[in-house]
């Protein structure tokens, strides 16, 4: 039995889908984690500007952020971060191990405390990385114990959507409430595949495409979530 946990709010700062006018919308992902005080910003979206002013309009100080988690090095995950950085000097910044060397450097001269993960791992208290998984395009998601389930939020998911739950499943053994974030599917349909993996609700967005969206949402019904920035779950 999971011990119960605080509230989680997740807001989608960032993300090429619309969801809250009063928002810009652009190519990339962005999320921010509330749990109680604790606040945890997984990826930076594509650029400093639509992050700031979406942040802004939203009351989400980058002062607050705790910690940052970044899925994979690409620049519409990453491309916020400078801004980030500027106003909250020697936050810790999770990324994988992989990530270029001159990445890092340039994140530690910004002032982040850079740390590199290679496994799976417990980052702050029920906020956890499936450590850096794929062959190809490494890529890291995040995992978080809630009342309810697990949450698990992807940044393209370019391991394979249903690779990283199944890892997940393995590494944690709890029931998977919610999966959110870019699922890279363009046509694919893992709907019954989400299904078979027990997965309660989803909240697919940025790269997951239209046609793998209208698939979920066939299947999971009111359980499907549409997600977009601005977005609160």
């Known amino acids: 039995m999971l011990e119960v946990k605080k509230k989680v709010t997740i807001t989608i700062i960032y993300d090429n889908n619309p969801c809250d006018n009063r928002l810009r919308t652009a190519w990339g992902f962005s999320c921010l984690i509330e749990k109680g005080e604790e606040k945890v910003l997984f990826d930076t979206g594509g650029d400093t500007a639509t992050l700031i002013e979406n942040m802004g309009i939203l009351k989400k100080e980058p002062e607050s952020i705790d910690l940052i988690v970044l899925s994979h090095p690409h620049a519409d995950h990453t491309g916020g971060l400078s ?28 002032g982040a405390d850079v740390i590199e993960v290679y496994k799976a791992e417990e980052i702050y208290k029920d906020f956890y990385t499936t450590g850096e998984l794929g062959r190809g395009i490494k890529e890291q998601s995040l995992v978080m114990k809630t009342e309810r389930g697990l949450i698990v939020i992807t940044g393209c998911a370019h391991p394979g959507i249903v690779s990283i739950l199944q890892e997940v499943r393995r590494e944690f053994n709890e029931k998977i409430y919610l999966v959110l974030g870019g699922f890279h599917l363009g046509e694919v349909d893992v709907s019954k595949d989400l299904r078979r993996l027990g997965v309660e609700r989803v909240a697919p967005c940025h790269c997951t495409g ?22 609160v779950i």
Do not use: H, M, T
């Open 210 to 231: 239209n046609k793998a969206i209208a698939f979920l949402e066939r299947e999971y019904g009111n359980d499907f979530i549409r997600n977009g920035v601005g977005r």
């Open 83 to 110: 801004a980030i950085l500027r106003q909250n000097k020697g936050v810790k910044l999770y990324l994988g191990a992989s990530f270029p060397e001159s990445f890092k450097v340039w994140a530690k001269e910004e």
